[in-house]
């Protein structure tokens, strides 16, 4: 069972995120503040951190750099474009914004649930007839390597990390903003056209598929 670590001082959020979590099939701990954070974090090592920044005692922005090889998905009412940076530049894995939408906030922490397991595996990961080496950023398709861009790399990396799920434009950019800021919603469709026409030309496959008014997948043969 997966353990997730609720920090918020809101006690009606954060009931309601345990109780919806807990029925999902995870096991909850809570921590109000984030001097209390550091300490439930010094006895127990969750498998995911949700972390709101507006804290009593030590901010998020404080606790944030003190956890280490864990997944912490910020959880804030703050929007301001400049603070979404620089938490992720500083090691946050996700930024959510207050008010969410439930069913988001559920893919975004089993997106990271599931990178984080594959970044403790092995390094090599395939679909079909795609190798990627996470390690040397090497993408075949049997033994013919495929020249991608950064951007295309952090595309193809994220749908074969999530290869039955539909991954919305925004959880997309919000993933790869990190490796990629120069990836926008308006050219999210370009690098992605790019990508399949890349793969295609070598195999004649086409591996991604767009689902209408959704995202994308990778396609099953």
């Not at 984030?34 to 010094?42: I, K, Q």
């Not at 939408?101 to 990178?115: F, G, K, P, S, Y």
């Not at 033994?143 to 925004?170: F, G, H």
């Not at 050219?187 to 991604?208: A, C, P, Q, T, W």
């Amino acid at each position: 069972m997966k353990h997730i670590l609720i920090i918020d001082d809101d006690i009606h959020i954060g009931d309601m995120l345990e109780e919806v979590l807990t029925k999902e099939g995870y096991r909850i701990s809570r921590a109000y503040s984030g001097t209390e954070a550091l300490l439930v974090l010094s006895s127990c090592r969750p498998d995911l951190v949700l972390l709101d920044l507006m804290l009593p005692g030590l901010s998020g922005e404080d606790v944030l750099p003190k956890i280490t090889g864990i997944p912490v998905i910020i959880v804030s009412a703050k929007v301001d474009v400049c603070d979404k940076v620089d938490l992720l530049l500083g090691g946050a894995a996700d930024y959510v914004t207050k008010p969410f939408h439930i069913n988001e906030l559920l893919a975004r922490i089993t997106v990271q649930l599931r990178d984080a397991s594959v970044a403790g595996g092995a390094s090599i990961m395939t679909f079909d007839d795609i190798t990627m080496d996470t390690v040397t950023h090497v993408v075949s398709i049997g033994d013919c390597e495929v020249r991608l861009t950064r951007t295309e790399y952090a595309i193809l990396k994220l749908l074969m990390q999530n290869p039955s799920q539909v991954m919305t434009k925004s959880i997309l950019l919000d993933r790869i903003s990190v490796d990629t800021p120069d990836c926008t919603e308006g050219s999210l469709k370009m690098h992605i056209s790019n990508l399949r026409k890349k793969l295609r030309e070598v195999s004649n496959k086409d591996y991604i598929e767009a689902v209408w008014g959704i995202g994308f997948k990778l396609k099953a043969e």
